[in-house]
């Protein structure tokens, strides 16, 4: 039986449009509530180094009021691991992180980064957290990410979002063979970025994966039929193609 698809709710844009005005309104932890009540199995909130959008009071909030599960995306630095360490999340996925760029583009380089990454794996581990790696579905970074121990992988689904026809079809198949291929040697895979109702189906329909994070369309999408709809529709669609 395929297991259950889980849902993490990425609330960084309620944070980005608070930012906007620099006041508290809209709150994500607000957001992140509303979203659990809609159906979210987890929240997701990326702290970035120039903290653009979630901030570490926002981090305090969360962790301190949350029901559900915080999932807190973080680089592979000192200063995020200090703070991860502090708060110990339910799970911590490690991404690749530039100052200059709009959004995570592209997965994390585990195996070019084998060394580097190896501590952050291994002292987030010890400090009870599950550790996910942010990658593209590439064979190559899933070998390294078992050679680190890692529990969970979290394919980049950025490339089949924006591509189109067969080049989508193949980087379709690169995220089914790999979530295939992540099962196999123990790792749970998911999946996330650029995820909308329209493309997440064939997404939701790979039988391994066991959770989506999902944040830019539904935050937008809120913007028409408010945060509980859109959650909503998401989870339906999610479960309709399971
Ligand atoms: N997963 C990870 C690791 C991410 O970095 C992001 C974007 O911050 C997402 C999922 C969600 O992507 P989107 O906001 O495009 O839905």
Known sequence: MTQKLRLGVNIDHVATIRNARGGPHPDPLRAAIMAAEAG?????????EDRRHITDADIDRLTAALAIPLNLEMAATEEMLAIALAHRPHAACIVPERREERTTEGGLDAAGQFDHLAPFVARLGAAGVRVSLFIEPDPRQIEAAIRLKVPVVEFHTGAYAYLEGEA??????RITDGAALAAKNGI????????TYDNVGPIAAIPQLAELNIGHFLIGEAIFIGLDASVRRMREAMDAAR
Request: proline content about 4%.
């Open 40 to 48: 979210a199995d987890g929240i997701t909130a990326h702290l970035r």
């Open 168 to 173: 989508r079809t193949g980087e379709l198949r």
């Open 188 to 195: 749970e895979p998911h999946a996330g970025h650029g995820l």
